[in-house]
């Protein structure tokens, strides 16, 4: 069975980018949109206070007509998070997001933001996990 580990290991190259609450949601999209990410880790003096996503931001400030540049990210961040830890199992992090019907979940060891993984992450871990074990069954019926 696979681990946020390995899905964060794939992930090596990428960082993981956070804003603060005070910051501007025009800020954030701006941030997400930069950075091609879907959401933000909103962090205060290191601390995961909570997430904000592009569907914070559609619900939350769109279809109420509030102004991005006016609105600081405190008022459409999600919150409280759920998080798991690297050794957490990807089908559990599956569980946790259809559950909860959110797209990404930090990664937290030691009290302390080390990543993040998308749904996206997720499905190309099952889809690894599968093939490797489609292989060893191909290997294992040819006798090798």
């Known amino acids: ?10 992930k090596a190259q990428e960082k993981t980018h956070s804003i603060s609450p005070d910051a501007t949601v025009f800020e954030a999209i701006s941030r997400m949109a930069e950075k091609n990410v ?15 996503s592009e569907r914070d931001y559609a619900r939350k400030l ?14 459409i961040m999600s919150t409280p998070v759920i998080t798991v830890t690297p050794k957490e199992s990807t089908q559990r992090c599956m569980q946790l997001m259809t ?19 998308s749904i996206g992450d997720l499905v190309k871990e099952i889809i690894t996990e599968q093939r490797d074990l489609i292989e060893h069954l191909q290997k294992y019926i040819r006798g090798e």
Do not use: F, N, Y
């Open 1 to 10: 069975m696979r681990i946020v580990a390995q899905a964060l290991a794939a």
């Open 38 to 52: 879907g959401a933000l880790i909103v962090q205060e003096l290191d601390h995961l206070v909570g997430i904000v």
């Open 62 to 75: 769109v279809l109420l007509g509030r102004a991005s540049v006016a609105t600081p990210v405190s008022a």
């Open 99 to 117: 559950q909860g019907h959110i797209r990404h979940l930090p990664v937290v060891e030691d009290d302390k933001v080390i990543g993040i993984v």
